[in-house]
């Protein structure tokens, strides 16, 4: 088992009622700003304004998760509306003041993070297509985080050595989608207890192959975008050319003028790949929720 280096608020009740109220009072003096900065000194992110700082190890020592959760909560919050419109300040503090309510006080939040990466890392890799070396890549790096939850504590060379593979294995992928998800295994390619970043890193790779696989489900394909390249680079050309000031150069109504066809389409894999963007983003944060509401203090049985 792994040593229960993180437990939730120390296992103080009276803590987190602190953190909750310093959440709280943010909120209504109206110091939450959701995309940051982390910290002003008086005022911020939902996790900066609950650490009092924009350091990841700040924010561990007061509420005793991870510190790779801050930058991940700070993430979530302000995507955590819908898909026409960015959180608000009262909707991104909902978010985070649900993360501390619904951990048991105690809780060992340790494994935490290779749990939300391992199961991302499976879910990736049905999208690798025909890659091998990304796969083979991704098994040793689930490998090692598994190994991490076990607690063996793989050493920084064998990270060092799997990072390596990762970006071989990337480099030498034949198509986007082998590229994509190996810029996922890059990203999930450290310790998490010495990278606070980490999580972040590998929710945003994930987010972009849940939105391409979306947009390709409509039919939009690499052909198509280098075709909106040249129609882009064709409509600047003339716009130039026409006199026109760089910056009033616009190329939607051009677009749709000169290729109306392939701009419908875009059109439509585009809301396409913001919705399932938008869908991930709320599946995370509910995954979040779960793990979180799934943790136990040691020597706790798992609920039932």
Do not use: K
Not at 51 to 59: E, I, K, L, W
Not at 79 to 93: F, K, L
Not at 156 to 175: G, I, L, Y
Not at 225 to 250: K, N, P
């Amino acid at each position: 088992m792994s040593t229960s280096s993180h437990l939730a608020f120390g296992g103080d009740e009276t803590r987190r009622a602190v953190l909750l109220a310093r959440l709280d009072e943010h909120r209504d003096a109206g110091t939450i700003m959701p995309f940051g900065p982390s910290w002003t000194g008086t005022g911020g992110t939902p996790a900066g304004c609950i650490a009092g700082s924009n350091d990841p190890a700040d924010f561990a020592r007061a509420t005793g998760f991870p510190p790779s959760l801050m930058p991940l909560l700070d993430f979530l919050c302000p995507r955590c509306g819908d898909v026409e419109r960015s959180a608000d300040a009262g909707e991104a503090a909902d978010l985070a003041r649900a993360w501390l309510m619904g951990v048991t006080p105690g809780a060992d939040l340790t494994n935490l993070p290779g749990l939300i990466l391992c199961a991302l890392l499976d879910e990736a890799a049905a999208q690798a297509g025909d890659e091998p070396g990304v796969i083979a890549a991704r098994d040793r790096i689930v490998a090692l985080h598994r190994a991490t939850m076990a607690g063996e504590r793989p050493g920084a060379a064998a990270w060092r050595a799997a990072r390596a593979a990762a970006v071989a294995a990337t480099d030498a992928a034949q198509e986007p989608d082998g590229q994509r998800v190996g810029r996922l295994v890059e990203a999930a390619a450290w310790d998490p207890a010495t990278s606070s970043s980490i999580l972040q890193e590998v929710v945003m790779a994930w987010l972009e192959i849940q939105a391409h696989a979306a947009a390709a489900a409509t039919g939009w394909t690499a052909a198509d975008d280098a075709a909106v390249e040249r129609c882009f680079q064709a409509c600047r050309t003339e716009s130039l050319e026409a006199g026109e000031q760089l910056e009033a150069f616009a190329f939607p109504p051009r677009f749709h003028a000169r290729a109306p066809d392939l701009a419908r389409r875009f059109d439509t894999q585009l809301a396409a790949a913001n919705a399932a963007y938008f869908q991930a983003v709320h599946a995370l944060a509910q995954r979040c929720l779960d793990h979180l509401a799934a943790a136990r203090p040691p020597g706790m049985p798992a609920a039932a």
